[in-house]
Each structure stands twice: as structure tokens, then as C-alpha cells.
């Protein structure tokens, strides 16, 4: 059973910085595309940023683009999400998502077969 847990959410100021990690365990992680999606009050969870499983193909919504940073550390079984810059609208709950064996639903919910618990995010003015 493959289980995949969040952490470094909290509270930070506008412009400030955090770094969500996601440890994977009872599964091959080296082999597991991976994501990140957020789910912001009162709606549906979206997708932010996809890693392949070598690091090669990366994607991230436009919004995020040029301040958040996925990346992937397959000796250590765990996915990383840098994020810089942030924004009150960056506020949600934050989940890590694992083996998405299609590119093309990279950005869909259903396009993973894995989930974490969700971690949260709360960026203040």
C-alpha cells in the first residue's frame, strides 16, 4: 500500500516562502510520476505543477510559474514543493499526488492513482 505524506504547510506573510515536502512509502516512487494540487476554500482541488518520474517533464499552472519549484528526490523517496514569492491567493489545502502513468491527465485529479492527507497553506497581508 502506497502511502505518500505532506509537510512544511503553515501561516506566512505576502512575498514570503515555504517548502512542502511529501514522503513516499510501499511503493516504487523512482517509477511514479508525481504532482501537486491545492484545493482552495469553498473550491475544487486543481492541479499546480507535475514531475515525470526522471525529472525530465515539468509542468505548472501559469499563476505559479517563475515561483514555485517541483522537484523530485528519488534516493530519498520524496517530492519537494519550493514556493517563493507567495500570494494570499496561493492559500489552500496543499496534497501531493503520485503515479500518474498518463501525461496527457497530468493535470487532472483522476489522472493519479495516489494521495496524501493535504497540508495547509495560509499566505497573510
Known amino acids: 500500500q502506497v502511502q505518500l505524506v505532506e509537510s512544511g504547510g503553515g501561516s506566512v506573510q505576502v512575498g514570503g516562502s515555504l517548502r512542502l515536502s511529501c514522503a513516499a512509502s510501499?511503493?516504487?516512487?523512482?517509477?511514479?510520476?508525481m504532482g501537486w494540487f491545492r484545493q482552495a476554500p469553498g473550491k475544487e482541488r486543481d492541479f499546480v505543477a507535475h514531475i515525470s518520474w526522471n525529472g525530465v517533464a515539468i509542468d505548472y499552472i501559469d499563476s505559479v510559474k517563475g515561483r514555485f519549484t517541483i522537484s523530485k528526490d528519488n534516493a530519498k523517496n520524496t517530492l519537494y514543493l519550493q514556493m517563493n514569492s507567495l500570494k494570499p491567493e496561493d492559500t489552500a489545502v496543499y496534497y501531493c499526488?503520485?503515479?500518474?502513468?498518463?501525461?496527457?491527465?497530468?493535470?487532472?485529479?483522476?489522472?493519479?492513482?495516489?494521495w496524501g492527507q493535504g497540508t495547509l497553506v495560509t499566505v497573510s497581508s
Open positions: 510501499g511503493g516504487t516512487f523512482r517509477n511514479y510520476n
Open positions: 499526488a503520485g503515479d500518474a502513468p498518463e501525461y496527457a491527465r497530468r493535470r487532472s485529479n483522476s489522472g493519479y492513482r495516489y
